[in-house]
């Protein structure tokens, strides 16, 4: 393909929209990661790497099933009918590995985009994984336990043929936990007539699942964000009477935005808020809970037992006291102050908008532990404005690299610690950020950690194409 670097990339990028009509999602995710990558494209030499972007980017296999479930209601039950899927988009480095997802949101697009990060992700763990995701279109909220449980039993029925320990192994993300994934997994038995402990992870601790796995994302992002703060001189940003101890804790006195409230967000809190920093919000579908001074032990407790005992909403956290609820607004519509935000929602949750609003309020390191939370101009107009900015595909890196520590486990009949899981993941973390770190600076772009994890998660695939030979006539 001739042409100048812009115009190939205009080239690609037609190219796929033409394949992948109306899939804006996916497509805003590739035009993230091709974008980004110009500066490696203009010094790819004799190396094709734009030739092999439009391989990478193209998944191998997307996999579509009719899903039936009944919900009971006062008139009786009643049958629906959805749409499962499944996109296993690369497997360069070792089995398809990625989430379950079962929201109302969920498409085709949503699963490619979530499948197309997920690559560069699990290659930055340094673990034999691919790259997959799937999910159902289905909303989780109200239902009771045996409907959740007769989808996800109908879910795997289109599944179990397509999944396997050496060929794709699906875990959680949003709306599948623990419980999801051992209803799945009864079925995937039953259906096989064996077990196969390897086929999913996330699994309970009673049968076969890895310790911290449901932390794992969340102390992930406190973990790569923490590498960064020792890294960079932030102390600045503080006031003389709060510096002492920071030396030694890198959040202390620190002001920390998190959104959402499921796994990701709780244990991010639970992990900042150990390591001396200040949590000041949460959120979720209906609005945002805010504590200017910071959400206490009690409080985060509370809200644990209402996200995961009674499945409730914020709204209902007590408000009594110091808590301000929001109805219907995110945490970045309403312009808090802060040192540090972590969105750990759902993908586009930080508009332009939101971006500015940030700024404004004083923050100046952004890591996301949701996957793709922020638009790309939103991207692009923080990279100007703070000083740390890291991506999901290196900042929500955790929770994989835990779940193939499970695959580990499964593989070799063994069971890990918490102490010795976590210290594994603490080592994953803080490699992932070295790399994305000094790939930034060997193109001499310091602190561009978009780029930095986004070249060496592609050039670990392309690396691995090109030794297969798939990028030969």
Not at 28 to 52: I, R
Not at 54 to 78: L, M, N
Not at 228 to 246: C, D, F, I, M, S
Not at 442 to 471: H, S
């Amino acid at each position: 393909m001739a042409g100048t670097i812009e115009e190939r990339i205009e080239e690609i990028l037609r190219a796929l929209k033409g394949r992948h009509p109306g899939q804006e999602e996916f497509m805003q995710a590739v035009e993230e990661v091709l974008v980004s990558l110009k500066p490696l494209f203009e010094n790819q030499g004799e190396e094709d790497y734009l030739g092999a972007f439009s391989v990478i980017a193209e998944p191998e296999r997307v996999i579509k099933f009719r899903v039936q479930y009944p919900t009971f209601g006062p008139e009786g039950a009643e049958l629906h009918t959805t749409t499962g899927y499944r996109v296993q988009f690369n497997s360069a480095l070792g089995p398809y590995k990625g989430g379950l997802r079962f929201h109302p949101s969920v498409s085709e697009s949503i699963i490619k985009f979530l499948g197309f990060e997920q690559i560069f992700k699990n290659a930055l763990t340094n673990l034999p994984i691919g790259g997959g995701k799937g999910g159902c279109v289905f909303d989780p909220k109200g239902k009771s336990d045996s409907e959740v449980r007769m989808l996800c039993e109908h879910f795997m029925k289109g599944l179990y043929r397509h999944i396997g320990p050496n060929l794709d192994v699906p875990a959680g993300d949003i709306g599948v936990g623990g419980r999801e994934i051992g209803y799945m997994y009864g079925e995937y038995v039953r259906l096989k007539g064996q077990p196969d402990m390897g086929v999913l992870t996330g699994k309970s601790t009673d049968f076969g699942g890895s310790k911290l796995r449901p932390e794992a994302t969340g102390y992930g992002l406190v973990y790569i964000t923490l590498e960064a703060l020792k890294k960079y001189n932030h102390y600045r940003y503080l006031p003389e009477e709060r510096r002492a101890g920071v030396a030694e804790n890198c959040f202390k006195g620190l002001k920390v935005l998190i959104s959402g409230s499921g796994n990701v967000a709780q244990f991010a809190a639970q992990k900042v808020m150990e390591l001396g920093g200040q949590v000041c919000s949460f959120s979720d579908s209906t609005g945002t809970i805010t504590s200017a001074e910071g959400f206490s032990e009690d409080q985060l407790k509370e809200l644990f037992h209402l996200k995961n005992v009674k499945r409730g909403r914020v709204s209902e956290m007590n408000t009594a006291e110091g808590l301000e609820y929001h109805a219907g607004k995110s945490v970045w519509e309403l312009g808090l102050n802060c040192d540090i935000a972590l969105p750990s929602a759902t993908q586009n949750e930080i508009t332009l908008e939101g971006a500015k609003n940030l700024a404004a309020g004083g923050c100046w390191c952004v890591a996301e532990g949701a996957n793709m939370p922020t638009t790309n101009e939103a991207v692009d107009y923080l990279k100007t404005k703070v000083d740390i900015y890291i991506p999901a595909k290196a900042a929500n890196a955790g929770g994989v690299a835990t779940s193939a520590l499970e695959m580990a486990q499964n593989s070799a009949r063994l069971f890990w610690s918490s102490e010795e899981v976590d210290e594994k993941l603490n080592g994953i973390m803080t490699n992932i950020f070295a790399t994305a770190y000094k790939t930034a600076q060997e193109f001499d772009r310091p602190w561009d950690l978009q780029f930095g994890a986004n070249a060496a998660g592609f050039l670990k695939v392309y690396k691995a194409y090109k030794a297969m030979g798939y990028l030969k006539f």
